[in-house]
């Protein structure tokens, strides 16, 4: 080969080598925003599964108050049903609804424990998580053993994945409902 085609060569080889770099460059930055839509992903699905975890904590904190008041749940003489939603709690018999002492520093009765430990809940629900709303259904037979459910509905809100997905409102948020049953 002579020196001129040598040259020729080399100089088409260094563009080759320019146009590569700007390959590479834009399939690393076309695979940097992917990895970004993956992390921006898992962190709302991280949100969404911390917000389940809670609400399942928080039902279990309700039913050990149950368990641990059994003169008032076991006993068959809680409502069969109440509602909670914010910071109110309405039943029947508006026991548990009215404001109770505080149990933390005074002795309390069943009745006066149950309406205290209900509201504490409540307030607690509704600071994590403010559009929940809940019901309790329990079983008063006190023949058998009383059983009740706690039941509770929160909204959780996603992450649009795409365009498509962020069109549809009705796609980036829903109503969950988690219900636990126990035996005070």
């Known amino acids: 080969m002579t020196r001129h085609g040598r040259r020729r060569v080399q100089r088409m080889a260094h563009g080759f080598s320019l146009i590569e770099v700007l390959i590479t460059l834009v399939i690393t930055a076309v695979g940097l925003l992917g990895l970004a839509k993956m992390q921006a ?73 149950a309406a205290y430990d209900v509201q504490h809940w409540a307030a607690e629900m509704a600071a994590h998580f403010p559009t929940y709303a809940a019901t309790v259904n329990c079983s008063n037979d006190i023949s058998r053993p009383v059983r009740c459910s706690l039941s509770a509905s929160w909204s959780e809100h996603y992450l649009a994945y795409n365009q498509t997905t962020a069109a549809q409102t009705s796609a980036l948020s829903a109503t969950q409902r988690l219900t636990l049953y126990v035996q005070p």
Not at 91 to 98: E, H, N, Q
């Open 41 to 113: 992903a898992a962190l709302a699905n991280t949100q969404v599964a911390r917000g389940r975890s809670l609400m399942a904590l928080q039902l279990e904190s309700l039913a050990a108050a149950m368990r641990g008041n059994r003169g008032f749940w076991a006993a068959g003489t809680a409502p069969a049903t109440f509602t909670l939603s914010g910071t109110t709690v309405t039943d029947s018999t508006g026991a548990l609804g009215t404001a109770a002492p505080d149990c933390a520093s005074v002795a309390c009765t069943p009745i006066q424990m």
